[in-house]
């Protein structure tokens, strides 16, 4: 947030425990989904959070994600440019 585009870095974490500022990959037979937790401790799939809303998110290889992430949350403000730490395409 602010005016470091770009530079907001979330940890990886586990599915159980998802704090602010966070990330976590779900993994199952048929599917694997990304979620990310905003800063204010709202958990979504990643690709909710992306506008706009009719292209696809993009991880890429250090895990910089584009286009911007948008929490959706009644009253959040969260919007930015986010880098998924720990991130193996
Ligand atoms: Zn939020």
Redesign the pocket.
């Known amino acids: 947030m602010g005016k470091n585009k770009g530079m907001i870095i979330v940890q990886k974490t586990i599915e159980e425990n998802p704090k602010p500022l966070t990330w976590h990959k779900v993994d199952n037979e048929l599917e694997e989904r990304i979620f990310f937790t905003?800063p204010?401790g709202?958990t979504s799939l990643l690709e909710d959070l992306i506008v706009p809303w009719n292209i696809l998110h993009h991880v890429n290889k250090k895990g910089k994600v584009r286009p911007s992430v948008i929490?959706f949350?009644k009253g959040?403000k969260?919007h930015d440019f986010i880098t998924l730490q720990d991130w193996t395409s």
Request: proline share 0%.
């Open positions: 905003c204010n709202h929490c949350s959040c969260f």
